[in-house]
C-alpha cells in the first residue's frame, strides 16, 4: 500500500474525512442582473451544525459513491458536484493525488441549502489536505468558482456576507450561536427557475437598499435578530410561485409562539426558524413534525 506524501494516517486507516454543512442565507437581496444573466446579491451566510459527509480513500482510484437519503436525487455520476470540483481543480493542477469519494447524502437535494455547493467544498478541501495545499491557493479557489457561484462561501464554511454572483467574500462574521429549525416541504425547487421567476433584464441593476446587511462583528444574539428583521429574501416571491407549501411552512413556524423570526434558505424551499436556545428549537421541530410528519425538519445550530 502506496501512502501518500501529505497524507496523515488516521485512527480509520488512511480515510479523510469532511463534514458538509447545510448552508443557510439568513437574508438574500438581489441587486441586479449581470448581463450574462447571474444575478447579483448580498446575502448573509450561515452554516448549521447538521450536513452531508464527504470522505476519501487516497489508496483507491479516482471515483464516487453515494449512500444516504438523498442519494438518488443527487446522483453518483459525473455530474455530482464533488467529482465536478475534482477535475476542475486536477484540470488547473495535474498532478495532483485524488481517490475515492464517498458521500453520505443527508441534506435535502434542490433545497436552497447549498447541499451540493457544500459537498464540492468538502471535496476540495479533502483534495487540499491531501495534497498540502493551502484553502487560499489559487487553484484551489478558481475550482471553486468553476464548480458553481455558492462553492467560494462554503470552501471554509463561516458565516460572512457574501456579494458579486458569490464571487466576492465579506471577511468572516463572529456571529453568535444561532438556534433554529430548518423546514423543507420536499419540495424541490431548481435554482435558475427561481431567479428567472424575479423577471430581471439581464444588465440591470436594482436601487441599493440601504439597511446594513450585516450585523457587527462580534454582536449579540439580539442585535443580529435586529438587523434581520429589516432584511429579507428576495427569492422567497417567486419561491413561494412554484411551491405553495413554502407559504404553509413560513406559516407554521410563525405560529410557534417561541419563533423569533422565519424566512426562506437561498431559492428554497428549505425555510428556517431561529429560537433562542436549543431547547426552544427541539420543540419547535417537534410541533413542525406533528403536524406534517412527512416534511423533513432538523433542529441545529448555526454559526
Ligand atoms: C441561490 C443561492 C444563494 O446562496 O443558493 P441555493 O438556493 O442554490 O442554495 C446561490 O446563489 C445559488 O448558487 P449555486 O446553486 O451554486 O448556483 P449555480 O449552480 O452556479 O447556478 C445555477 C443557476 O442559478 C442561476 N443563478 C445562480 C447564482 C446567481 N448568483 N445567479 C443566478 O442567476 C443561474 O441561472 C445558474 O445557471
Ligand atoms: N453532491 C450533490 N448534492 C446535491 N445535489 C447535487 C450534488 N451533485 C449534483 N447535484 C445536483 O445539483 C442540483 C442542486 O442541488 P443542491 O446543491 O442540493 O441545491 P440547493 O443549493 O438548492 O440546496 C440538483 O439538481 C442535483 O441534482
Request: hydrophobic fraction near 45%; aromatic fraction near 2%.
Amino acid at each position: 500500500m502506496t501512502v501518500q506524501p501529505h497524507l496523515r494516517p488516521t485512527p480509520a486507516g488512511h480515510l479523510l474525512v469532511e463534514r458538509a454543512p447545510a448552508k443557510v442565507n439568513l437574508s438574500l437581496h438581489v441587486t441586479g442582473r449581470r448581463a450574462d444573466g447571474y444575478h447579483l446579491l448580498e446575502s448573509l451566510v450561515a452554516f448549521a451544525g447538521c450536513g452531508d459527509r464527504l470522505s476519501l480513500d487516497p489508496v483507491r482510484p479516482l471515483g464516487l459513491t453515494v449512500s444516504g437519503p438523498g442519494a438518488e436525487a443527487a446522483g453518483g455520476g459525473q455530474d455530482n458536484l464533488v467529482l465536478r470540483a475534482v477535475h476542475h481543480l486536477m484540470a488547473r493542477r495535474p498532478g495532483l493525488v485524488a481517490g475515492h469519494f464517498h458521500l453520505d447524502k443527508r441534506l435535502p437535494v434542490a433545497a436552497g441549502l447549498g447541499g451540493g455547493s457544500s459537498d464540492a467544498a468538502a471535496a476540495l478541501r479533502l483534495m487540499a489536505r491531501l495534497n498540502g495545499l493551502g484553502l487560499d491557493d489559487p487553484a484551489i479557489r478558481a475550482a471553486a468558482v468553476a464548480t458553481g457561484a455558492d462553492v467560494p462561501v462554503c470552501l471554509d464554511g463561516r458565516a460572512r456576507v457574501m456579494a458579486g454572483i458569490g464571487d466576492l467574500l465579506a471577511p468572516p462574521l463572529g456571529l453568535p450561536r444561532l438556534f433554529a429549525v430548518l423546514v423543507n416541504p420536499r419540495t424541490p425547487l431548481a435554482t435558475a427557475d427561481v431567479f428567472r421567476g424575479l423577471g430581471l433584464r439581464a444588465g440591470t441593476m436594482r436601487e441599493p437598499t440601504l439597511q446594513p446587511v450585516a450585523p457587527a462583528d462580534g454582536c449579540g444574539r439580539s442585535e443580529v435578530l435586529a438587523v434581520l428583521a429589516k432584511a429579507r429574501n428576495d427569492l422567497e416571491a417567486p419561491a413561494r410561485t412554484l411551491s405553495p407549501a413554502i407559504a404553509e411552512a413560513l406559516a407554521l413556524l410563525r405560529s410557534l409562539p417561541e419563533c423569533r423570526l422565519a424566512r426562506m434558505s437561498g431559492s428554497g424551499a428549505t425555510v428556517f426558524g431561529l429560537f433562542d436556545d436549543c431547547r426552544a428549537a427541539a420543540r419547535g421541530r417537534r410541533a413542525i413534525a406533528a403536524a406534517r410528519p412527512a416534511w423533513w425538519a432538523r433542529a441545529t445550530s448555526l454559526r
